[in-house]
């Protein structure tokens, strides 16, 4: 089942529908940034898309159960190069694993490993979950981050990324530990928020135009 919203626009968008994304606020971001937006549950949509977002709001174990299906056909668009956005636990599922599993007593959850490294837990140290506005620090160039360096965007989340490859971090935020807010592979074409795009104002929607731009650029 797929649903479109579409007018005239810069690129073509899927949002994929696997159970776990805030879909509707999602879409609107995507269609003020100028994006004609597919709502998809079906795989078969995605090789037509000019980009493909994951969002996700919950456990990571969830997450890659409910993904499970989709698992090849993203694979398969990471090989086109067709970027990949991931939003929040959309973000976390791109690496290889997560402690979240592991903390609940689930076992060992395999994530998309399109960015090696591992979800970690924030120390006791910090509050859990980490919720609010926070300042991301652009660590190095990246289309999806021009323009937003020391700007504040929106986050709820327990877990952060930890990539293998530091230079896998295009950005950082400062919670008692330094983690990376946004990462991306090393082609450039896969990539993730930690904080939600779609509610984080004017900064939100600079992102998301970015990735609608460099999805028209494809």
Known sequence: MSTTHQTATAADVVVVDYGLGNLRSVTRGLERANAGVT????????AAADGIVLPGVGAFREGMENAGPYREALADTADRGQPIFGICLGMQMLLGSSEEAEHAGEGDVEGLNFVPGTNVRFDIEQKVPHMGWNELNVQREHPLVEGI???YAYFVHSYYAAPDDEDAVVASTDYGVDFPSVIANEDGTIFGTQFHPEKSGETGLRILRNFVDLCAEQ
Not at 39 to 46: E, L, M, N, R, V
């Open 39 to 46: 709502i998809t549950d079906d795989p078969a949509d995605f």
């Open 149 to 151: 360096d020391g700007e």
